[in-house]
């Protein structure tokens, strides 16, 4: 598909409502709904624009904060399924989710639905998760939905506090039947500012191990906030077709509605391109003066300027904008070093009297 006439990949945040607490939230997760979000009918909008204008139109994710927060949560995915879009759910895992409330998008016709995990063991994720007994809650639902013949897929964050479990979350995927593991990179951001951070050596060796790991699987794997993990790909497994293309990152067949209504790169990367209350989201993508520079590889600075992966990596935009303010600022999460950067001539500033 063409990333610059639409995305790939939409992550909805349809409010920023959740009953958990989690560590590295983004969104700064909140208790009750912001009166402000999007209603049913502006929402019905938006998807009109997205499947009568995106050929082909994206897998639509909703997302929060926690969307089981919505009450009209359903009719929005009744909406979504019957505009033909290929719909998946992304809750937190509380009370509220039930395998009764499974069953009802089950019926509805939603296709995958995501389930955070952090870590192997309780120990890991509801630390992370800060509400006991999430650990087991998530298995649950998580065979629920495997149970119910929906796509299931596994989100892991890695920071410094989850790092450890990653070797074992390869063989609890396997277990618990994925169609896709996403490994997501945290980005300092919301409340994953304060959160212990891994070395670019750390990330590097982290990367490596899933290139090498998601060959042995039949399911999909993939790194989030981490678009080098397909030069790991292509140096660590010789003849493997998909690092040849573009990576789907921010603004680039990827792309992010707040509750508010706010068009972004991603949920990581708070810069809006502007309002879908009065822009269509489709016009947004296409012409935001902000998406088109995100897609422009000869917009990058440091290494990631001159590196020659930047076609198919381009490194995390999120990352760069969170450690150093500069959207095309190199990727500070990458260790990797381009052919001559090292023999550049430095910079002579001149001497002032």
Not at 102 to 121: A, R
Not at 151 to 162: A, E, F, M, P, W
Not at 306 to 323: F, L, M, Q, T
Request: glycine content about 8%.
């Amino acid at each position: 598909m063409d990333l610059e006439q639409g995305p790939h990949v939409l992550t909805w945040e349809l409010t920023r409502a959740c009953g958990l607490k989690c560590r590295h939230c983004r969104a700064n997760a909140i208790p009750r709904r912001n009166a402000r979000e999007l209603s049913l009918s502006e929402v019905v909008t938006v998807l009109d624009d997205i499947a009568s204008t995106l050929a082909p139109p994206p897998l639509m994710v909703f997302t929060g904060g926690d969307p089981v927060e919505r009450s009209d949560l359903s009719d929005i995915l009744r909406a979504s399924v019957a505009r033909n879009l290929h719909t998946a759910v992304s809750p937190s895992v509380t009370p509220l989710l039930t395998r009764k409330v499974l069953e009802e998008w089950k019926e509805i016709g939603v296709k995958t639905v995501s389930i955070s995990i952090d870590g192997p063991s309780p120990a890991i994720h509801d630390r992370f998760r800060r509400v006991d007994g999430t650990f087991a809650a998530s298995i649950e639902r998580a065979r629920d939905v495997r149970d119910l013949g929906m796509g299931l897929q596994v989100n892991t964050s890695i920071c410094g506090d989850t790092l450890p479990g990653v070797p074992g979350m390869g063989e609890l995927v396997k277990d618990l039947g994925v169609t896709s593991w996403e490994v997501f990179f945290v980005v300092p951001t919301g409340r994953g500012r304060v959160l212990p951070k891994i070395t670019r050596e750390a990330t590097e060796s982290t990367l490596k191990w899933l290139a090498t790991y998601a060959q042995t699987v039949r399911f999909r794997v993939t790194a989030i906030a981490a678009p080098q993990f397909r030069r790991l790909i292509l140096e660590n497994v010789p003849g493997s077709p998909w690092p040849k293309f573009p990576a789907i990152r921010e603004a680039q067949g990827f792309a992010f509605i707040d509750h508010l209504g706010e068009v972004c790169p991603s949920g990581y990367l708070p810069v809006s391109a502007g309002n879908v209350r009065r822009t269509p989201f489709s016009k947004l993508y296409r012409d935001s003066p902000l998406f088109r520079q995100l897609r422009d590889p000869n917009r990058l600075q440091g290494r990631c300027g001159a590196c020659e992966y930047k076609r198919i990596c381009g490194g995390s935009r999120a990352r760069a904008y969170a450690v150093t303010g500069d959207l095309q600022a190199e990727d500070p999460a990458c260790p990797y070093v381009p052919a001559g950067w090292e023999e550049r001539p430095s910079l002579v500033l001149p001497v002032h009297a």
